[in-house]
């Protein structure tokens, strides 16, 4: 029986209406998630608690020179805000750790114990030592049991720092609060011509960014945030909206961007401009003068900020070219923006010494030493099209040998890539030469959405054919789904061999 014209019509005025009221309310959603999805704190933060200085580690030393650390891994509290009692993880405390300081060319010994309910590691970043001290998901430490790593210093002093590492685990490890720095001096110690007073003129600035779902932590990962999980408010060495008087005219800040997977871009409320001293892995050839400088979770930067008497200024993250589109910019944090520490001048300010126009630079590979070219390609959770395998090794590289390894980001999504045991060069930047801020020694390069890096690494050893280091995202999540890979170092001539069993972490 044929539908009359008129009450078909009166149908699809209906299904139109229904379609329209869909699509306005879907459009208008996504303009509601879009609009809000966006943060800042900039001129909303009043900074009530003065910024804490991670306490320098206790050390021994033994008759033959060794120095001796011992880091506690521990579950605790802290109240990060008023009657608030948040869980935490921390070393010798109840969230983050003390500052592990020692020279080139001495021995350290560090005695780990594993305090909390669930196997993890400690691995030093931008440290070089042997594979089997590493620290990487091949190193678990349980629950209860002692790790006792121990190398001899051999690299150029530097802003280091130490986490866990446990496969397909270490985003939750860190982001309860398992992290600390690690300052390398040169043999006779800090460098004279720079701000080096350790709490003084010479300040670690940890920086994290944590959101809090009533008293505790809040893990969930926004819509869209393919990034990893995103705080809207940060903190400095655990510190919510710090302050830090300023007694000196120039002032260190070691930035450490400690967070998960947050880039950031920092610069200062007044656009001032400051000194870049070092990079990853040591001090710069020549120090560089900048307006900014971004930093994607792993890597760190030592500035040197110049200070009038009486003045406030402050720490300022804004919004970071992260090289993506107007959709992604916005959900991976690209337009966010952060008062992060207010800097208070004395009203008198002791003198400080004169930047010295050139530095004690750490020693860089060179692409024209290379012997071998390899290619990375970055895609979510896999690195070449791989997942990581803990029995697979995927590079094996000759002891004294230098490389240059091309990195490519291949997503729509922005990645970074940290390699461990050595601090490379960065060669070229989409073609081009590295701009300032990455022309030190670097063990961590951010890379946007199809965008490049060319690197020189130089593999020193000592070799190991069966223990690995890792390569990988240092975007957490990222990470522990699959985006890394393991290389190991052996003699000349030599094979891989194959990797020690793995303990899960428990996750």
């Given at each position: 029986?044929?539908?009359?014209?008129?009450?078909?019509?009166?149908?699809?005025?209906?299904?139109?209406?229904?379609?329209?009221?869909v699509a306005l309310v879907?459009?208008?959603?996504?303009?509601?998630?879009?609009?809000?999805?966006?943060?800042?704190?900039?001129?909303?933060?009043?900074?009530?608690?003065?910024?804490?200085?991670?306490?320098?580690?206790?050390?021994?030393?033994?008759?033959?020179?060794?120095?001796?650390?011992?880091?506690?891994?521990?579950?605790?509290?802290?109240?990060?805000?008023?009657?608030?009692?948040?869980?935490?993880?921390?070393?010798?405390?109840?969230?983050?750790?003390?500052?592990?300081?020692?020279?080139?060319?001495?021995?350290?010994?560090?005695?780990?114990?594993?305090?909390?309910?669930?196997?993890?590691?400690?691995?030093?970043?931008?440290?070089?030592?042997?594979?089997?001290?590493?620290?990487?998901?091949?190193?678990?430490?349980?629950?209860?049991?002692?790790?006792?790593?121990?190398?001899?210093?051999?690299?150029?002093?530097?802003?280091?720092?130490?986490?866990?590492?446990?496969?397909g685990a270490t985003e939750?490890?860190?982001?309860?609060?398992?992290?600390?720095?690690?300052?390398?001096?040169?043999?006779?110690?800090?460098?004279?011509?720079?701000?080096?007073?350790?709490?003084?003129?010479?300040?670690?600035?940890?920086?994290?960014?944590?959101?809090?779902?009533?008293?505790?932590?809040?893990?969930?990962?926004?819509?869209?945030?393919?990034?990893?999980?995103?705080?809207?408010?940060?903190?400095?060495?655990?510190?919510?909206?710090?302050?830090?008087?300023?007694?000196?005219?120039?002032?260190?800040?070691?930035?450490?961007?400690?967070?998960?997977?947050?880039?950031?871009?920092?610069?200062?409320?007044?656009?001032?401009?400051?000194?870049?001293?070092?990079?990853?892995?040591?001090?710069?050839?020549?120090?560089?003068?900048?307006?900014?400088?971004?930093?994607?979770?792993?890597?760190?930067?030592?500035?040197?900020v110049r200070f009038q008497?009486?003045?406030?200024?402050?720490?300022?993250?804004?919004?970071?070219?992260?090289?993506?589109?107007?959709?992604?910019?916005?959900?991976?944090?690209?337009?966010?923006?952060?008062?992060?520490?207010?800097?208070?001048?004395?009203?008198?300010?002791?003198?400080?010494?004169?930047?010295?126009?050139?530095?004690?630079?750490?020693?860089?590979?060179?692409?024209?030493?290379?012997?071998?070219?390899?290619?990375?390609?970055?895609?979510?959770?896999?690195?070449?099209?791989?997942?990581?395998?803990?029995?697979?090794?995927?590079?094996?590289?000759?002891?004294?040998?230098?490389?240059?390894?091309?990195?490519?980001?291949?997503?729509?999504?922005?990645?970074?890539?940290?390699?461990?045991?050595?601090?490379?060069?960065?060669?070229?930047?989409?073609?081009?030469?590295?701009?300032?801020?990455?022309?030190?020694?670097?063990?961590?390069?951010?890379?946007?959405?199809?965008?490049?890096?060319?690197?020189?690494?130089?593999?020193?050893?000592?070799?190991?054919?069966?223990?690995?280091?890792?390569?990988?995202?240092?975007?957490?999540?990222?990470?522990?789904?699959?985006?890394?890979?393991?290389?190991?170092?052996?003699?000349?001539?030599?094979?891989?061999?194959?990797?020690?069993?793995?303990?899960?972490?428990?996750?």
């Open positions: 029986m044929a539908v009359p014209r008129s009450r078909m019509r009166r149908i699809l005025l209906i299904l139109g209406g229904i379609l329209l009221t879907v459009g208008g959603g996504m303009t509601w998630i879009y609009t809000t999805a966006d943060v800042s704190t900039v001129g909303k933060v009043e900074f009530r608690q003065e910024l804490s200085v991670p306490p320098l580690a206790d050390s021994t030393v033994e008759a033959d020179g060794t120095r001796v650390f011992q880091l506690d891994m521990r579950s605790g509290t802290k109240e990060f805000r008023p009657g608030q009692v948040t869980d935490t993880w921390g070393f010798n405390g109840d969230y983050l750790g003390p500052t592990l300081r020692a020279r080139r060319g001495e021995q350290v010994r560090v005695q780990v114990r594993n305090g909390l309910p669930d196997a993890s590691t400690v691995h030093w970043h931008g440290m070089h030592l042997p594979a089997a001290m590493d620290g990487g998901p091949h190193q678990m430490v349980r629950p209860g049991d002692i790790w006792t790593p121990e190398w001899r210093v051999d690299q150029a002093a530097a802003t280091l720092w130490y986490h866990p590492h446990p496969h939750s490890h860190v982001r309860r609060g398992l992290a600390g720095m690690f300052i390398l001096d040169d043999e006779t110690g800090p460098t004279p011509e720079l701000p080096h007073t350790y709490g003084v003129d010479d300040v670690p600035v940890i920086v994290q960014d944590v959101k809090f779902k009533g008293a505790q932590f809040d893990t969930g990962r926004g819509i869209f945030a393919d990034i990893g999980v995103l705080g809207d408010r940060t903190m400095v060495n655990g510190v919510l909206a710090p302050y830090r008087n300023v007694g000196d005219e120039l002032v260190r800040l070691r930035l450490l961007n400690a967070s998960t997977a947050r880039i950031y871009n920092f610069g200062f409320s007044d656009d001032r401009r400051f000194t870049l001293v070092g990079t990853d892995g040591g001090l710069l050839a020549q120090p560089e003068s900048l307006g900014n400088i971004q930093l994607s979770p792993g890597e760190r930067a030592e500035i040197v008497p009486g003045e406030r200024v402050t720490l300022r993250s804004d919004r970071v070219d992260a090289g993506l589109d107007f959709f992604g910019q916005r959900f991976s944090g690209g337009d966010d923006r952060f008062d992060v520490l207010e800097l208070r001048a004395a009203q008198t300010l002791r003198a400080s010494p004169t930047l010295p126009a050139t530095l004690p630079a750490a020693a860089l590979p060179k692409a024209t030493d290379s012997v071998r070219q390899r290619d990375f390609t970055l895609t979510f959770g896999q690195i070449n099209n791989r997942p990581m395998a803990m029995d697979r090794i995927d590079a094996t590289i000759t002891r004294g040998s230098t490389e240059t390894w091309t990195v490519r980001n291949a997503d729509g999504m922005p990645h970074n890539f940290h390699v461990h045991d050595v601090q490379f060069a960065v060669v070229e930047v989409d073609g081009h030469a590295p701009p300032p801020a990455l022309r030190g020694a670097k063990d961590t390069v951010f890379l946007p959405p199809n965008g490049t890096v060319r690197l020189a690494l130089r593999f020193d050893g000592p070799a190991d054919p069966n223990t690995p280091y890792m390569f990988h995202c240092h975007l957490l999540w990222h990470e522990d789904l699959g985006m890394m890979g393991q290389f190991v170092v052996v003699e000349p001539g030599q094979q891989a061999g194959q990797p020690p069993a793995h303990q899960h972490s428990g996750h």
